[in-house]
């Protein structure tokens, strides 16, 4: 039966319709298949002027050994602040660079909020408002009256709200800046895996303001320990960032003697310990922990990972980065907030040794192991007249096992304290969940 111009036309319209209703259908079936997207479960996290408001009532109410800062930058009409909370047991000596100086940051990638959740309790605990478990106050009052810190609760403002308007996935600035790739150390290189959405490093190194204030920061306070906090998975890194390998030399094996002891201690051996490009399975340029090592010249300069759930989906954000249930959630800030009372009194024990090592009290008269061995053999070269080739050849031996000496004893004497304390101690309750 042949099809007049009309009937064709309705045929037409028949089949193009049938096709978009299946598409329709399909889009619809694909979209259902697709994994659930958790929501910031508010039970558990603040929002971050929630968080500042109740950080900033706790320094309030303990002014003697908390005092906040608030600093600004710009750039080319981008603003932002910067809020560091410092502690010191006697606040008047925060200026006394014979303590051991200690800088901490959380919050540098937006969606990562459990690690400013750890910023919260740390300073929680050093105000004495909660308590470690199993740790003897008297012990630690002890630790923390060597020792100044310098924390930033959240480091990267202006991406975390946009996180808390829903955009979970966000690890950048305010204006689409990684600010772990933002510093100068290997600066803008990219890899063949290189992902604009998650690591653009901006138009130049320092761009942007909150780098700047970071960097202004850590120049100012000249710390000997640097902890940059995020989540994503389970490890303590050291530097490099940017290629495969570790530093060379003992203070490097310091650094990683420190690592694998928070691992085995308070990690029970499961976080990966290493250098970050050789570790966590891509280069990343233009880091912060790189530039603290290389260029601010801090001897024991860290990245630490706090949690990460492997299982979840790659646009599940939210659950990938941070605990979604209260167990995990305070399992994770318990187990992290010792860890970190463990490096500061690991920490300042290697302050005291060094201190008592010599007839100096001010750190500015203090000299290194390499200028007194080298000062030494001189003496005796010039003493007898003659260059004695056996000390030449035997100073870098000297030096290596008079490093390892030392270093072997500070962590001797802090796992015997550590033994004493717990078996003579009574057990504090743990933190109210």
Request: hydrophobic share 40%; proline share 4%.
């Amino acid at each position: 039966m042949a099809f007049n111009l009309h009937q064709l036309l309705l045929f037409v319209l028949f089949l193009l319709f049938s096709c978009f209703s299946s598409v329709s259908c399909g889009s619809d079936h694909d979209v259902s298949q697709l994994p659930p997207v958790t929501p910031i479960n508010r039970d558990l996290y603040r929002t971050s002027a929630a968080l500042m408001e109740e950080i900033e009532a706790l320094v309030n109410r303990h002014p003697d050994k908390l005092h906040m800062e608030t600093f600004r930058s710009s750039n080319k009409g981008y603003n932002a602040e910067l809020n560091v909370v410092t502690y010191c047991q006697n606040r008047t000596a925060i200026e006394d660079k014979s303590k051991f100086r200690i800088l901490l940051s959380f919050g540098q990638h937006a969606r990562e909020l459990i690690t400013t959740e750890l910023a919260l309790r740390i300073l929680s605990i050093l105000s004495e408002e909660q308590f470690l478990p199993k740790v003897d106050p008297l012990l630690l009052k002890k630790t923390l009256e060597k020792i100044v810190i310098k924390v930033v609760p959240v480091e990267n403002l202006n991406g975390r709200k946009k996180v808390e308007e829903g955009d979970l996935c966000e690890r950048r600035n305010g204006r689409g800046v990684d600010l772990n790739r933002n510093w100068s150390v290997d600066w803008g290189k990219k890899e063949k895996d290189f992902d604009p959405y998650e690591e653009f490093p901006g138009a130049a190194p320092f761009s942007e303001p909150e780098a700047q204030l970071m960097r202004k920061l850590s120049m100012s306070f000249d710390p000997h320990i640097w902890v940059n906090v995020h989540s994503g998975m389970e490890a303590l890194f050291m530097p490099y960032d940017h290629k495969n390998t570790t530093p060379s030399g003992i203070q490097s094996e310091k650094m990683k003697l420190m690592l694998e002891t928070l691992n085995h201690l308070h990690c029970g051996d499961r976080c990966v310990v290493g250098s970050g490009g050789g570790s966590v399975g891509y280069l990343a340029h233009g880091t912060t922990t790189d530039y603290m090592y290389d260029v601010a010249r801090v001897p024991m300069s860290y990245t630490f990972e706090i949690y990460g759930d492997e299982k979840a989906s790659s646009r599940d954000c939210f659950k990938m980065f941070n605990p979604v249930d209260h167990v995990t959630f305070n399992r994770v800030l318990n187990e992290w907030s010792a860890m970190f009372f463990a490096m500061f009194n690991m920490g300042a024990h290697q302050m005291t040794d060094v201190q008592e090592s010599t007839p100096f009290n001010n750190v500015e008269h203090l000299i290194s192991i390499d200028d007194y061995l080298n000062g030494y053999l001189i003496e005796r070269k010039n003493r007898y007249g003659e260059k004695k080739e056996f000390l030449d050849l035997g100073l870098q031996e000297i030096r290596t096992y008079f490093r390892l000496f030392l270093l072997s004893s500070v962590m001797l004497m802090f796992m015997f304290c550590s033994r004493i304390a717990k078996s003579n101690r009574s057990h504090l309750p743990s933190i109210p969940l």
